[in-house]
Every structure is written in C-alpha cells, then in structure tokens.
C-alpha cells in the first residue's frame, strides 16, 4: 500500500552557496540528511509532499541543481510555491521533471493547494496589500480544490498555517493539510499556528516545516 510522507521548507542553495548554517548549528549538513531520511522511509511507490520555500534561489537557473536534488529523492513528488521561492514564477507549472504540480489525483486520491498568505490584520500598514494577497489565495484554493471534488480523499498543500483557509478545506471535504512556514523559535502568534497531527474544523493538519521533524519526512496518510 502506498504511503504519503511531507516535508517542506528545504531552503536548498547549491548554485546560490547560500545555506541555513546561520539560523543555528541543527541545519548543518540539512540537505544530506533529509536526502538520508527520505531514502530510508520512502518507496519507489510512495508520495512525497513538499509544501513550499523549495530554494533560495531567484532565478530559475540558480534553482536547478536544487530541483534535481528533490526530483532524485524517493516517491513521487508532489511541490507547491512557498513565499521565498521567487524563482517560481506565480500561477505557473514548476515545469520540472520528476516535480508534479497541484492539482492532481494519484490512486484516486486528490492533491490540491496553494501558497497560503496570513490573514489580514486591519490596521496595519500592510492591510490592504495582505488583504488582496490574501483574497487571491483563497480563490486559487478554491479553484484547485475544484478540480479534485470527485475524490472521495483529499489532501491540501499550503504554505502558510490553514487556519485562515479552514472554511475552505471543510467545505470541501478535506482530509489532510500539510503545510510549513513556522520553523522552530518563531514569533509567539505564528507558534500557536504550528500543530502537529492535530483535527482541527475535521481536517487533521500536519506543520512539516522540516527543523521541526528532525530533517526527516513524516508518515501523513496511506491509500
């Protein structure tokens, strides 16, 4: 039976030379161990889910070596574009062999998502560039979601927390929502938003970010 692992948040940089070394000695060496982790828990049948922040890169021939690095690793890949990855050019396909986009059904299991955004907060100065952002992230959920409503599971990709996005996954039936963005030591109000394995509104939601897994892909679900 296949398994469905997630992890998101490899912040790769091989062309760039830029690496997390900064943010504390528990991200040395990142890239080797996840590609270890992955190797020893994921099966040539598998699904392997990764909820944005892909690379450092900006340009899309700065990101390359680090999307062949995640097309080598095990199972059947499964990327959405998380807030750093500016190589990405928006409401495009990752357009990458062995990289498969959302939304998509694999076993007659649907896999949909988006970026996410935080939700608008009013009175900030950024309240009405977050509102429209936050507007357009919820269409493309929507949207996506739309083409998968005749599965009977579904599983969601964010990047940012789904808590904004619950009416949404409820509404559609959601099983599952993987998502990133909150590594350990966040903001107080971003950690409230980290759960693991937790049911919330009936979806069970799995923070990935992958500092806070030990580097290594989780177990989220089998069919």
Known sequence: ?????????????????????????LWHDHA???AANAHAAIGADDILLLPGDLSWAR??????????????????????????????ASDKPVGFDGLTDVPCVIGGVGFAGSR???????GTETFATDKKTFE???????KSLASIAHCQTKIVLLHY???PFLD??????VS???????????????????????VIGGVVCYCVACDRIEFAPVWVGSF
Not at 1 to 25: E, N
Not at 116 to 122: H, L, S, Y
Request: proline residues 7%.
């Open 1 to 25: 039976m296949p398994k469905i692992f997630a992890l998101a948040d490899t912040h790769l940089g091989f062309a760039t030379g830029r690496t997390m070394d900064r943010f504390g000695s």
């Open 32 to 34: 080797a161990r996840i």
């Open 59 to 88: 340009k899309r021939d700065e990101a390359l070596p680090d999307l062949r690095y995640l097309a080598e690793l095990p199972g059947r890949k499964i990327v959405i574009k998380g807030n750093h990855d500016h190589w990405w």
């Open 116 to 122: 996410g955004w935080n939700a608008p907060v009013e």
């Open 136 to 142: 357009r992230e919820r269409r493309r959920l929507t």
């Open 161 to 163: 927390p789904p808590q």
């Open 168 to 173: 949404i996954l409820t509404g559609a039936g």
């Open 176 to 198: 599952v929502c993987v998502y990133g963005h909150v590594h350990r030591n966040s903001l107080p109000q971003d950690e409230a938003n980290a759960v693991f394995e937790q």
